[in-house]
């Protein structure tokens, strides 16, 4: 993708709409609405890397109800000729299809290559990367199995949603809430991806959320990896001008 002058790529991470309770999320849905129309004139392009929901089930002819503005904010921006893409997160990894028939968002499970301005940026979430977290590793095969969800969609929408929303904040290893501070490059399991990742490839940017906190790491004199941080306590985002990316935090925060 070639950016035309002017226009930025945007990726922000970890809104976590939700958590700990929907009313507690409402004011942090409405600063995120108001960001997204902010930049709505100069956006080429806006990513999504994954848990905008602190919890997402979709059964067969339901989703979990709520968070509307945010939804036809992107459905909105999308009509208007923006691409957005979604990643999904360890909080979201239930999404199936319906961003991509609905709104018309392609989703992601992985993390993905992507070229700008002869720039190459490997994007993606960031859940279960690197080395450790063998806890998370082994929880996420279980709930991403087929059969798994197959029976979980047998508890009726009314049960089966507050249920994963209670264990969605309650859990650490799902939460993360034990990783609210910098661990060090040797410990920084994202870190290490991505030097292992620059054995083999060359990548300019590396882009991920998950740790909500905002990071930006000198890899190697031509390599940089950020991550986006938070809507919970930071409020920060990451911003691609085309010739530079850099983190960013909202100015009335």
């Not at 600063?31 to 004139?41: A, G, N, Q, R």
């Not at 709520?66 to 239930?94: Q, S």
Request: glycine share 8%; net charge negative.
């Amino acid at each position: 993708m070639t950016i035309p002058e002017g226009k930025k790529i945007y990726f922000s991470s970890d809104n976590h709409l939700g958590a700990p309770t929907k009313e507690a999320s409402k004011p942090r849905e409405a600063i995120f609405v108001k960001w997204l129309e902010e930049i709505k004139e100069d956006a080429a392009a806006i990513f999504l890397l994954g848990d905008l929901f602190d919890f997402w089930f979709e059964y067969k002819h339901a989703v979990p109800k709520g968070f509307v503005r945010v939804m036809g904010k992107l459905a909105e921006l999308k009509d208007h000729g923006i691409p957005i893409y979604f990643f999904v997160g360890n909080h979201d990894l239930w999404m199936e299809n319906y961003f991509e028939e609905e709104l018309n968002i392609p989703t992601y499970r992985r993390p993905q290559e992507f070229e700008f301005n002869g720039k190459n940026f490997l994007i993606g979430h960031g859940d279960g990367l690197g080395p450790g977290d063998y806890g998370y590793k082994r929880m996420k095969k279980v709930f991403t199995n087929p059969f798994a969800k197959w029976l979980y969609r047998w508890l009726h929408p009314d049960i089966g949603i507050p249920l994963a929303q209670y264990f969605s904040v309650k859990n650490k290893l799902i939460s993360g809430d034990e990783d609210a501070q910098f661990l060090g490059e040797d410990n920084e399991w994202l870190i290490q991806y991505c030097k292992r990742k620059l054995e083999t490839k060359h990548y300019d940017y590396f882009l991920f959320g998950h740790r909500h906190l905002p990071m930006e790491v000198k890899l190697k004199e031509d390599s940089k990896y950020i991550n986006t941080g938070d809507w919970i306590t930071h409020y920060t985002y990451a911003e691609f001008d085309g010739n530079d990316l850099q983190l960013k935090k909202l100015k009335d925060k």
